[in-house]
């Protein structure tokens, strides 16, 4: 289905959509590139506003509809719209001085709804200049820290919570998707650890043994899997974690160099029908351990920026994004494709990523939880108590779009 962006009459700003570029897609050469954290196999890409408004201009004529024009109009389709008084509300409007913001944000489908915002405009009609860094985790936390990136989006880690207990100004500002439910998007194992006959997966089997993600220690490994080496007796020193770029953890699972990988999406499809491998586990169904935007110390004073960004994302996925067939039309995938930087045969995924236009950040207790997982392990976290809540995260940015937003 074409991802839906249904014009109001009350709607007070343009749009354009996915349906409504369909045409400038179909033109387009899709640029090949290589969660869930990282692919790997691209070499870092930046991506600003500005170069898509120059590259977005005018679209053919297609023929198909009518119009007075000689081609076919790219204009913004009307957007969804603000919500009641908030409708009217200065603090709901476009920047008045325009903003730079730069963002760590990775070329795979989890992180498609800051791709297709900045893609399509979003960003730009709320006053925002934005420029998309393709980051590892490992590689943006360290900019993040020092304000060369304002934002990060990744899974929560020991990194980021031993940097926040250090006293780096690094702050969850919001979850990014959801887990769907058909998904196998997690931890795979070697079929000979988890044989066919046997329904739950026994821990103590990966005493000894190598588990690998994007993130290593610290990551998803940990707050999947953690729980069930607790249960199991064992401590973080019982198993060998590994990072590596998630298209080369599937293949060290099929090779035999590891026992258990972190498949994300699309990856995980590889694996299915193997019978090699057997699926595990997934992501629990919270937003605090998906992946997130974690802002930095350049946010801290910017609270109308940031809710200005969160306002385009949100405009993003209700308008383009909503429910779990958005990959289903062949001109939305082609568009989709190139906002991201993959190919159309990457797209071909059976459970997509599911994303909420609310944003809705969830039960803020699980960063407790996660970090007491961490804690119980032993040797992640650089202290002992886990951080509490109000110091992990700042909603303000969230909070005020939220507001706005119907």
């Given at each position: ?101 730069k963002i760590s944000a990775l070329q795979l489908l989890p992180y498609l709804p800051v791709h297709i915002a900045e893609h399509l405009g979003y960003f730009d009609e709320e006053g925002i200049d ?108 019982d198993i060998t974690a590994l990072a590596m770029p998630s298209a080369d953890l599937i293949v060290a699972l099929e090779n035999g160099s590891v026992d258990m990988a972190w498949a994300p999406s ?110 119980d392990l032993g040797s992640l976290l650089e202290y002992d108590e886990p951080i509490p809540v109000e110091d992990l995260v700042d909603l303000r940015g969230l909070d005020a779009a939220r507001e706005?937003?119907?």
């Open positions: 289905m074409t991802p839906r962006h249904v014009p109001k009459p009350s709607a007070t700003r343009s749009r354009r959509s996915i349906a409504s570029a369909a045409a400038v897609a179909l033109t387009l050469v899709v640029a090949g590139c290589g969660s869930s954290e990282d692919d790997g196999s691209a070499s870092p890409a930046t991506t600003t506003s500005e170069d898509t408004a120059a590259a977005d201009t005018t679209a053919p004529d297609t023929g198909d509809r009518e119009t007075d024009d000689t081609t076919a109009s790219t204009a913004p389709a009307t957007s969804q719209p603000v919500d009641g008084e908030a409708a009217d509300d200065p603090a709901c409007a476009p920047l008045a001085e325009p903003a730079s913001i934005l420029t998309i860094e393709n980051l590892r985790s490992s590689e943006a936390l360290p900019l993040l820290g020092q304000g060369d990136i304002d934002y990060m989006i990744a899974p929560v880690s020991a990194q980021l919570f031993n940097a926040i207990d250090a006293g780096v100004e690094l702050r969850w500002a919001s979850p990014l998707n959801t887990a769907n439910p058909e998904s196998m998007n997690g931890l795979w194992v070697k079929a000979e650890l988890f044989p066919p006959e046997e329904d739950e997966f026994d821990w103590t089997k990966m005493k000894g043994r190598t588990m690998v993600s994007s993130t290593g220690h610290g990551g998803v490994l940990t707050y999947v899997a953690g729980p069930h080496m607790l249960e199991a007796g064992m401590s973080i020193d699309p990856f995980w499809e590889r694996l299915v029908g193997n019978p090699d491998f057997r699926f595990v586990e997934g992501f629990p169904p919270e937003p605090a351990s998906d992946i997130g935007i974690i802002a930095g110390p350049s946010m801290s004073d910017r609270p109308e920026v940031a809710a200005a960004f969160f306002r385009a994302l949100m405009r993003a996925i209700e308008d383009n994004l909503q429910g779990g067939d958005y990959l289903e039309d062949e001109a939305s995938r082609q568009l989709i494709a190139e906002a991201v930087g993959l190919e159309e045969a990457d797209l071909d995924v059976e459970a997509p990523n599911l994303f909420d236009p609310r944003l809705d950040p969830g039960d803020l207790e699980a960063f407790t939880r996660n970090q007491q997982v961490m804690i706005c937003l119907s």
